[in-house]
T-cell receptor, first 114, second 113 residues
């Protein structure tokens, strides 16, 4: 089945620790996105990538880093510089050509502080 | 002021009711409009996608767009308990923009059996 796979489903971070969230898609989508979702605030864009080896900051990139070495993979690292990392993290992807294609989402990773 | 405003609810209706969910926006450059449904602890699922003013129907769901008033709605007919979820409106940045989507904050809906 084609889709977007996020792992792990739940993740716990200790103080001062970096953690990496995985996002893999087999939809052959060009563009990939990371969002953070907090209660009552909707989705806020962290980083996005249109093509391999290229990515741009979104609205809340501070304390996060990404890489895009393969078309199907877009991992997100939450660094120790992110002081309030507890949230639900969502990865999305879409075709970047052929008009304004909608985004499709994975089932998220819930990150909590120990 | 947020670019997209959405009433957070919560909204509670009896089974079989017609549900109306709404968003307003301030950026007249938005061209494409989407509704996503999000169940608890799951990712958003695309329900409706439209780019023109007027109505688009898909089964029990109707999406309505009024660009002159900067107002979009999602109607759910014959609502079912399985429709209980958070509904997110989303709008696309101008064509060609890589960022693409601006989201409302979501409306939490409960359909009571």
């Amino acid at each position: 089945d084609g889709g977007i796979t996020q792992s792990p489903k739940y993740l716990f971070r200790k103080e001062g620790q970096n953690v990496t969230l995985s996002c893999e898609q087999n939809l052959n989508h060009d563009a990939m996105y990371w969002y953070r979702q907090d209660p009552g605030q909707g989705l806020r864009l962290i980083y996005y990538s249109q093509i391999v080896n290229d990515f741009q900051k979104g609205d809340i990139a501070e304390g996060y880093s990404v890489s895009r070495e393969k078309k199907e993979s877009f991992p997100l690292t939450v660094t120790s510089a992110q002081k309030n990392p507890t949230a639900f993290y969502l990865c999305a992807s879409r075709y970047a050509t052929g008009g304004n294609q909608p985004q499709h989402f994975g089932d998220g990773t819930r990150l909590s502080i120990l | 002021q947020k670019e997209v405003e959405q009433d957070p609810g919560p909204l509670s209706v009896p089974e079989g009711a017609i549900v109306s969910l709404n968003c307003t926006y301030s950026n007249s450059a938005f061209q494409y409009f989407m509704w996503y449904r999000q169940y608890s602890r799951k990712g958003p699922e695309l329900l409706m996608y439209t780019y023109s003013s007027g109505n688009k129907e898909d089964g029990r769901f109707t999406a309505q767009v009024d660009k002159s008033s900067k107002y979009i709605s999602l109607f759910i007919r014959d609502s079912q308990p399985s429709d209980s979820a958070t509904y997110l409106c989303a709008m696309s940045s101008p064509p060609g923009s890589a960022r693409q989507l601006t989201f409302g904050s979501g409306t939490q809906l409960t359909v009571l059996p």
